[in-house]
């Protein structure tokens, strides 16, 4: 294995590490959540997060890389739940430039599954990013504006 393949697989295993703590953040989030809507998408934003490092373990297969090792069960989350929520999405966002980075240095070692599988990723993290960052305006608007709040309303309303 080359020094080139090397790297893709450290940055396949570094965004493997991400992600595994961003589900484990994203459910300490949802549990948070009192608005039943909002915990079931955050448990889903969670789920994505889970899926992508399925996939990207399993291009680290591919390669011959593994196993690798588990970050820490104890997520610590700052008390305010807006900050986490724009810290998280945030995350997404960079996350999101990292795949394109290394969906390039992919399809330069003509490793097209794996270029696949973090343009796949990119694509889902600028969602969630958006998505998170979404969350927590508006209920940084429905903490600004009274107890109608966005995290506790039902959509539509």
Known sequence: MGARHTRLAAALAAAWEAEVVSARRMTALAERIGD???????????????????????????????????????????ADTILELRREGCFARASAARYETTAELARQQADLSSAWVCELN????????????ALAEGALAAVMHGPSSTLDASPGS
């Open 36 to 78: 039943a809507r909002v915990r079931a998408r955050l448990m889903v934003l969670a789920a994505f997060c889970r899926a992508h490092a399925s996939r990207l373990l399993a291009r680290l297969a591919a390669l011959g890389r593994g196993p690798l090792p588990v970050p820490p069960e104890d997520i610590e989350l700052d």
């Open 122 to 133: 990119r694509t889902e993290e600028q969602d969630r990013a958006r998505e998170l960052l």
